[in-house]
């Protein structure tokens, strides 16, 4: 079975630093892009950033300079480093893995900043 799970979310202050991980199984993982989404309560889903096997990175501009997306293909893990963390920033963060035409989702990790 394919599993994405994310991790690392929780209350965070303004200006402060936050670390969510993404362990996915099932799926030759150096083989496909992995990407962070996030949705805001009332809003849509946005994409954040993204990771292609090469580690090629691209971001949101509302995330550019404050965001790290990074991968480690021995543990078949992905990573979003979240620094200088903003009140809008609050939201369920999403992992997902681009595995065939669907991709896999996690089901989320809340980050909530007071």
């Known amino acids: 079975q394919v599993q994405v799970v994310e991790s690392g979310g929780g209350l965070v202050q303004p200006g402060g630093s936050l670390r969510l991980s993404c362990a996915a199984s099932g799926i030759i993982f150096s083989l496909y892009a992995m990407k962070w989404y996030r949705q805001a309560p009332g809003k849509q889903r946005e994409l954040v950033a993204g990771?292609?096997?090469?580690?090629?990175?691209d971001y949101a501009d509302f995330v550019k300079g404050r965001f790290t997306i990074s991968r480690d293909n021995a543990k078949n893990m992905t990573f979003l480093q979240m620094d200088s963390l903003k009140p809008e920033d609050t939201a369920v963060y999403y992992c997902?893995?681009?595995?065939?035409?669907?991709?896999?989702w996690g089901r989320g990790t809340q980050v909530t900043e007071p």
């Open positions: 997902k893995s681009e595995y065939r035409m669907t991709g896999r």
């Open positions: 990771i292609d096997p090469r580690g090629s990175t």
